[in-house]
């Protein structure tokens, strides 16, 4: 049956590390994965989110203020007031376009196009109304200005600032569910590292102490046997239970040892003929 200790020292040192490598390449590639997905969630929220709530409450602040720049050019306290505020309606009405184009542009959801778009279809049927107001007003006929900013202008504007208002809320929602995701997968991404940086510290350390205990043991008994072999104890049995660098040491001891108790064997033999042949003589010269 194979036994890890039949390895070679070699190979068996190259396999620990191996583990161990292998485990921190698992550490670095869960690392770089997770902070992808962390870099991408950061760059939706600061890109996607932020911008389209931004664009959002800025055109439902824009919303407001044109409501507010038709009901002072309708019924102006002096022409200067009138101008400066036609003036002003001109700017927000542009500035509403621009963020209109900006939300356009980077909306993903499906959701965010479609209340985006209930939002377009609201400004579409309120902005003619606008313009028949900013006419009345430029031929000087205040009263029917003021008239049809209350009975049509007030329910279409009604309308398209509720379509603003769900369409900022939505933008809200969706920027705190994309930070909350981010959140979660933050910690994830930190049990994870953490969990295989614990395997890989408990893994090194069982490597480390099973590969030293398999080449110090087989070492030291080889030690101990070199040592009985030195004393002159010929009789010990050895016992080769690997077939690494070690056991082939300890199967070279032993076959040393075998090698010398028939060298003494052969000598005490030879030293017994001597010594009969040498009685034997002294015998015949009596």
Same mark, same amino acid.
């Given at each position: 049956? %194979?036994?890890?200790?039949?390895?070679?020292?070699?190979?068996?040192?190259?396999?620990?590390?191996?583990?161990?490598?292998?485990?921190?390449?698992?550490?670095?590639?869960?690392?770089?994965?997770?902070?992808?997905?962390?870099?991408?969630?950061?760059? $939706?929220?600061?890109?996607?989110?932020?911008?389209?709530?931004?664009?959002?409450?800025?055109?439902?602040?824009?919303?407001?203020?044109?409501?507010?720049?038709?009901?002072?050019?309708?019924?102006?306290?002096?022409?200067? =007031?009138?101008?400066?505020?036609?003036?002003?309606?001109?700017?927000?009405?542009?500035?509403?376009?621009?963020?209109? =184009?900006?939300?356009?542009?980077?909306?993903?959801?499906?959701?965010?196009?479609?209340?985006?778009?209930?939002?377009?279809?609201?400004?579409?049927?309120?902005?003619?109304?606008?313009?028949?107001?900013?006419? +009345?007003?430029?031929?000087?006929?205040? %009263?029917?200005?003021?008239?049809?900013?209350?009975?049509? %202008?007030?329910?279409?504007?009604?309308?398209?600032?509720?379509?603003?208002?769900?369409?900022?809320? %939505? $933008?809200?929602?969706?920027?705190?569910?994309?930070?909350?995701?981010?959140?979660? @997968?933050?910690?994830?991404?930190?049990?994870?590292? +953490?969990?295989?940086?614990?395997?890989?510290?408990?893994?090194?350390?069982?490597?480390?102490?099973?590969? !030293?205990? !398999?080449?110090?043991?087989?070492?030291? @008994?080889?030690?101990?046997?070199?040592?009985?072999?030195?004393?002159?104890?010929?009789?010990?049995?050895?016992?080769?239970?690997?077939?690494?660098?070690?056991?082939? +040491?300890?199967?070279?001891?032993?076959?040393?040892?075998?090698?010398?108790? @028939?060298?003494?064997? @052969?000598?005490?033999?030879?030293?017994?003929?001597?010594?009969?042949?040498?009685?034997?003589?002294?015998?015949?010269?009596?």
């Amino acid at each position: 049956m %194979f036994k890890i200790s039949d390895l070679k020292i070699g190979k068996r040192l190259a396999l620990g590390f191996g583990l161990v490598l292998l485990c921190a390449t698992a550490l670095l590639a869960l690392g770089l994965w997770r902070m992808s997905d962390l870099q991408a969630s950061s760059e $939706q929220i600061v890109t996607e989110d932020v911008g389209n709530l931004a664009n959002a409450l800025e055109m439902r602040e824009a919303g407001w203020s044109i409501a507010l720049a038709l009901r002072r050019i309708a019924t102006p306290t002096d022409a200067t =007031e009138g101008e400066r505020e036609g003036k002003r309606l001109e700017s927000i009405l542009a500035s509403y376009a621009k963020s209109e =184009e900006a939300l356009k542009r980077y909306a993903a959801s499906g959701q965010t196009k479609a209340l985006l778009a209930a939002v377009v279809e609201q400004r579409q049927a309120t902005m003619p109304v606008i313009e028949k107001i900013k006419s +009345l007003v430029a031929g000087g006929n205040y %009263f029917d200005a003021a008239a049809m900013l209350k009975t049509d %202008f007030q329910p279409l504007h009604d309308k398209w600032i509720a379509s603003l208002a769900a369409l900022a809320d %939505f $933008q809200q929602k969706a920027m705190k569910e994309t930070l909350e995701a981010s959140r979660q @997968n933050y910690t994830i991404t930190q049990m994870g590292m +953490l969990g295989i940086g614990i395997l890989t510290i408990a893994l090194g350390a069982l490597i480390a102490l099973f590969i !030293t205990r !398999t080449i110090t043991v087989p070492l030291q @008994n080889a030690a101990r046997i070199a040592d009985t072999i030195a004393g002159g104890d010929l009789t010990t049995k050895i016992e080769v239970t690997s077939r690494d660098e070690a056991g082939q +040491l300890v199967s070279s001891l032993k076959i040393m040892q075998e090698n010398l108790a @028939n060298t003494v064997k @052969n000598i005490k033999q030879g030293t017994e003929t001597i010594s009969v042949a040498s009685r034997e003589i002294a015998s015949g010269n009596a």
